[in-house]
């Protein structure tokens, strides 16, 4: 995959610029359209993207236009994209959903791909970090910003590839993996997937698809090869020594062997979860050797919008990207296992409309574990609004001492005049960008 022309319909996303960096990367050439630029984009600007923000065929250079060019899209993008149908009239060009882009890119490869409704994105990046810290040859396409490489794409070579694996869209089943990881299945994309049945029928194709090993938590009620937890006995589970904000200290069993006191670099038994997914995936690649990697975790830097934790006067603010109430509440259990004595506040913005009307009471009742709730509008992403679907629905259903609804630019004064002295601000839109982290100090 070398030497040729392609046109990205949607490069700012987190998924699509990874992928735009490995084939600029790989000596092609990348034009690109999104509806604005971004921190990725920028990036990819300097490395040799061709970018435009508008919607309009004339602006864009003749060469990228010919029939020759390889168009690549993202699920987001709608069937009317001005783009996407000039190409899909045409006829003459190779046009690729994302996901069929990233399953051309892992065949030549051993392939980890790591699937699951929570997680995968943050044990993706522990994977990459372990790789690269031992020296392996592979490149890595993760979903989110990881610390220390201030990218979503890692490249040492080929042997191997990490696919964040997204099942929306069943996207995943675009891959034939090597090896595979499962972190977790709960009812989400339901705008997609007709209930939590349906959706355990893809994880299912997916794990039948997968050559070598399947990894999954104890719990899911798939076809899997060996199981992990962090609450019960499993193929791989822990023994936690500490868990604060400065890392956990545990033991680990896998199926041959204990390893003890072992320090992780993350926040939350939900991360530790994360890392003893990624261990047990390495213990199962048969030219590695685990205990190799485990003292790179006390190394591990993070990934932006990660449970990143900060301190602004006498406060703690916890920004991360939760926007599932599993996500919301795990960030819950973390804050108060570590702050019990202190008030909390949350400041939610809703992803997607279909996915607030789906999980409304469960939105609804693990926002009521806060003190003070302040909801944003919801953040709709691909989709149009929904009657009767709005964060004023929402915030009726909460319980709690204080609830209003806010606006961004608004957020910087809720955290200077709240009393509650640990806030959270969790959601995976665009509620940040008006965030002012310059006056917050790193915890």
């Known amino acids: 995959m070398s030497h040729n022309k392609y046109f990205f319909i949607g490069v700012g996303g987190i998924g699509m610029s990874s992928i735009a960096n490995y084939l600029i990367d790989t000596k092609n050439i990348v034009f690109g359209y999104d509806r604005s630029s971004n921190k990725l984009v920028d990036k990819l600007i300097d490395n040799g993207l061709k970018f435009t923000d508008k919607?309009?065929?004339?602006?864009?250079?003749?060469?990228?236009?010919?029939?020759?060019?390889?168009?690549?899209?993202?699920?987001?993008?709608k069937n009317d994209n001005v783009f996407l149908n000039y190409f899909s009239n045409k006829k003459r060009n190779k046009?690729?959903?994302?996901?069929?882009?990233?399953?051309?890119?892992?065949?030549?490869?051993?392939?980890?791909?790591?699937?699951?409704?929570?997680?995968?994105?943050?044990?993706?990046?522990?994977?990459?970090?372990?790789?690269?810290?031992?020296?392996?040859?592979?490149?890595?396409?993760?979903?989110?910003?990881?610390?220390g490489f201030d990218s979503n794409y890692i490249s040492t070579g080929d042997e191997y590839v990490i696919i964040e694996a997204d099942e929306y869209d069943r996207s995943f089943l675009a891959l034939d993996p090597d090896y595979s990881l499962i972190t977790s299945i709960e009812k989400d994309h339901l705008?997609?997937?007709?209930?939590?049945?349906?959706?355990?029928?893809?994880?299912?194709?997916?794990?039948?698809?997968?050559?070598?090993?399947?990894?999954?938590?104890?719990?899911?009620?798939?076809?899997?090869?060996?199981?992990?937890?962090?609450?019960?006995?499993?193929?791989?589970?822990?023994?936690?020594?500490?868990?604060?904000?400065?890392?956990?200290h545990f033991n680990f069993k896998t199926p041959?062997?204990?390893?003890?006191?072992?320090?992780?670099?993350?926040?939350?038994?939900?991360?530790?979860?994360?890392?003893?997914?990624?261990?047990?995936?390495?213990?199962?690649?048969?030219?590695?050797?685990?205990?190799?990697?485990?003292?790179?975790?006390?190394?591990?830097?993070?990934?932006?919008?990660?449970?990143?934790?900060?301190?602004?006067?006498?406060k703690v603010i916890v920004d991360d990207y939760a926007h599932h109430p599993t996500e919301i509440k795990s960030i819950f259990d973390t804050i108060d296992s570590n702050y019990q004595d202190k008030t909390k506040a949350v400041i939610f913005q809703p992803h997607l409309y279909t996915r607030t009307r789906d999980l409304m009471d469960d939105f609804a009742k693990v926002l009521s574990y806060f003190h003070e709730v302040y909801l944003l509008d919801i953040y709709p992403a691909r989709e149009k609004p929904i009657n009767g679907?709005?964060?004023?629905?929402?915030?009726?259903?909460?319980?709690?001492?204080?609830?209003?609804?806010?606006?961004?630019?608004?957020?910087?004064?809720?955290?200077?005049?709240?009393?509650?002295?640990?806030?959270?601000?969790?959601?995976?839109?665009?509620?940040?960008?008006?965030?002012?982290?310059?006056?917050?100090?790193?915890?």
Do not use: W
């Open 256 to 314: 041959n062997n204990l390893i003890s006191n072992i320090h992780a670099r993350v926040i939350g038994k939900h991360n530790l979860k994360n890392v003893i997914s990624a261990l047990a995936l390495i213990d199962q690649i048969e030219n590695f050797n685990l205990e190799e990697f485990i003292p790179y975790l006390s190394e591990f830097k993070g990934i932006e919008r990660r449970m990143n934790i900060y301190k602004y006067e006498d």
């Open 191 to 248: 705008d997609v997937y007709d209930d939590l049945e349906s959706i355990l029928t893809s994880f299912g194709i997916f794990c039948d698809k997968t050559k070598k090993s399947v990894i999954a938590e104890k719990g899911i009620n798939v076809k899997k090869d060996f199981s992990f937890s962090i609450d019960e006995d499993a193929d791989y589970s822990v023994d936690i020594i500490k868990n604060n904000f400065n890392g956990i």
């Open 389 to 443: 679907i709005t964060s004023e629905v929402l915030l009726n259903k909460i319980d709690a001492s204080k609830k209003e609804i806010v606006k961004k630019v608004e957020i910087n004064d809720v955290i200077n005049n709240t009393n509650c002295k640990t806030i959270a601000i969790l959601g995976a839109g665009d509620l940040t960008v008006n965030l002012n982290k310059k006056i917050f100090t790193n915890e």
């Open 55 to 77: 919607l309009d065929i004339d602006l864009v250079p003749k060469e990228f236009l010919d029939n020759n060019v390889i168009v690549v899209y993202t699920p987001a993008i």
């Open 95 to 147: 046009i690729f959903k994302r996901s069929e882009i990233l399953g051309q890119i892992s065949a030549n490869s051993k392939c980890i791909a790591v699937a699951g409704t929570h997680g995968k994105t943050s044990t993706t990046a522990i994977l990459s970090h372990l790789l690269y810290s031992n020296q392996v040859k592979f490149r890595s396409f993760v979903g989110g910003i990881m610390k």
